[in-house]
């Protein structure tokens, strides 16, 4: 069960701000302005602005935390209020954490570098093996909250907060932990990630147009938008959570992942393991292709990623994917990278609850016709009870969850 | 030449910086790990701030006989 969740994207500070964005089909895109991006080639991301650390940690705390680590230590927050979870010290042995993030905290990282060439290693902080480390973000929830089970990270670039999702479902299914906080956080608008990312020709170009350039579904996208955020949600046994007074927000009933064994940043043309993982989630889920009511698609607005998506759905669910909306919610926020997977769930989650389905901005020519992008314009749908969100990475990493309305 | 006051004023800035302590709890006689609850890992950065601050060093096998404020104050005022 999904009893709570919370998010820090480029639409908000809070799952309200970013829902309410979505639905009102705002762009979280614009010119990066936190860091000198004047030599590059790509100049817009998704920025999350105005974002006080102090309102969420102590300066200790927030001098050593890397952006991606505070992003998830907030959500982690909102979401332990939204599920009414205190971690208490008989609940405490038996909470995980898992927070799933594509690059972990490059700032710092960088930086740490700039500080060894600059002023010596005597200027390197004993803190920067803490802050520079992939499971920074997990080890602050742990350390906040007081949670005692297993903490840890899960990297597999944008599949990262799906992924950990998926791992926080099977830890509470084997009975390693009674309650999983799981989602995915990454603060990667940085100049070495927008160039690399750029020079891979990943990106949009769209510098002059920023709310238009991420336009997923549309014939003429030119890339995906480089951006930042993280989700994290409360996962629990539906005994744990009946024991606890706990609302349910919807079950998490199917997790399925793969490779593309294929090559490092392009999918495999036929969308090999895109259909493994979707397959895979379904089958999880004990559902076929024609019960899915709504799909949180990958949606990055790449050329390649959007055409061979389109063909795995065909594919995977036949008929079925011309007759319910298909969004990619990444048009607004842009491209989180290890946090997508986890605040695509939320959005999906939210359209559960509510049968609000927020649109595919800037779809306005869509590349398949038959399909319903929900393009422009939020949509309400009657009769939404399962929701599937696609997660694929630059590695071929692919994985894809199944949520059902309670 | 700086009077033990200054420097316990910038050291006291320092700490705040470091740490989130508001300066005006940094006073001579508090212990840094008893009273002002700073971990090791931390006093190792606002060491650095002070050499750095006051161009002088100590010593790795002097850091851990200093223990309050007032310690570091003293031996900056002695040192440099």
């Not at chain 1, 105005?50 to 505070?70: E, I, K, L, N």
């Not at chain 1, 973000?137 to 005692?148: F, V």
């Not at chain 1, 993280?230 to 079950?251: H, K």
């Not at chain 1, 594919?315 to 997977?341: N, Q, Y």
């Amino acid at each position: 069960m999904v009893t709570g969740y919370g998010a820090v994207t480029p639409l908000g500070h809070s799952v309200d701000e970013t829902w309410t964005a979505m639905l009102a089909g705002r762009s979280g895109i614009d010119t990066v302005d936190a860091i000198d991006v004047t030599d590059l080639g790509v100049r817009i991301g998704g920025q999350v602005r105005g974002f006080t650390p102090s309102r969420y940690m102590p300066p200790m705390v927030s001098r050593r935390a890397d952006p991606y680590a505070q992003y998830a230590l907030a959500a982690a927050l909102e979401a332990c209020e939204h599920a009414g979870l205190v971690v208490d010290d008989r609940l405490a042995p038996r909470v995980a954490v898992i927070i799933g993030s594509g690059y972990g905290p490059v700032g710092s990282i960088y930086r740490a570098a700039n500080t060894l060439r600059d002023k010596g290693p005597r200027a390197i902080s004993p803190f920067t093996q803490v802050t520079t480390a992939m499971d920074s973000a997990a080890g602050e929830i742990s350390m906040r909250l007081g949670t005692q089970g297993p903490s840890r990270a899960q990297s597999t670039a944008c599949a990262s907060g799906a992924d950990a999702v998926g791992a926080g479902m099977r830890m509470i299914s084997n009975g390693e932990a009674d309650i999983v906080l799981a989602g995915g956080a990454d603060a990667c608008v940085t100049a070495v990630d927008l160039a690399g990312s750029g020079n891979a020709r990943a990106l949009s170009k769209r510098n002059d147009d920023p709310t238009a350039a991420c336009r997923p579904f549309d014939v003429h996208r030119d890339g995906f938008v480089m951006s930042e955020g993280a989700a994290v949600m409360v996962l629990e046994a539906a005994e744990v959570a009946d024991r606890r007074g706990a609302t349910a927000l919807a079950e998490l009933t199917g997790y399925g992942a793969s490779s593309d064994a294929h090559h490092w940043t392009a999918p495999h043309p036929e969308g090999r393991g895109a259909c493994l993982a979707v397959e895979a989630a379904l089958r999880d889920a004990g559902i076929t292709g024609a019960d899915v009511d709504y799909i949180n698609a990958h949606g990055t607005g790449t050329l390649l990623n959007d055409a061979i998506e389109t063909a795995v759905l065909h594919k995977v669910l036949g008929d079925r994917v011309t007759r319910i909306p298909v969004s990619s919610t990444k048009s607004m926020t842009g491209h989180m990278i290890g946090a997508a997977g986890a605040v695509e769930l939320v959005a999906s989650i939210q359209v559960l609850r509510t049968g609000d389905v927020p649109p595919t901005i800037n779809c306005d020519e869509p590349i398949d016709p038959d399909i319903n992008f929900v393009p422009h314009r939020t949509q309400h749908h009657e009769r939404i009870r399962i929701a599937l969100s696609n997660s694929f990475g630059f590695g071929g990493h692919n994985a894809a969850l199944v949520v059902r309305a309670v | 030449m700086a009077s033990n006051t200054d420097i316990l004023n910038a050291l006291a800035k320092i700490v705040e910086e470091v740490t989130g302590v508001d300066s005006a709890e940094v006073t001579t006689e508090k212990s840094f790990t008893d009273d002002l609850d700073i971990d090791s890992l931390s006093m190792v950065e606002i060491t650095v701030a002070v050499e750095d601050r006051f161009e002088a060093k100590i010593p790795d096998d002097r850091v851990a006989e200093l223990t309050t404020v007032g310690d570091i104050v003293s031996y900056i005022a002695n040192h440099r």
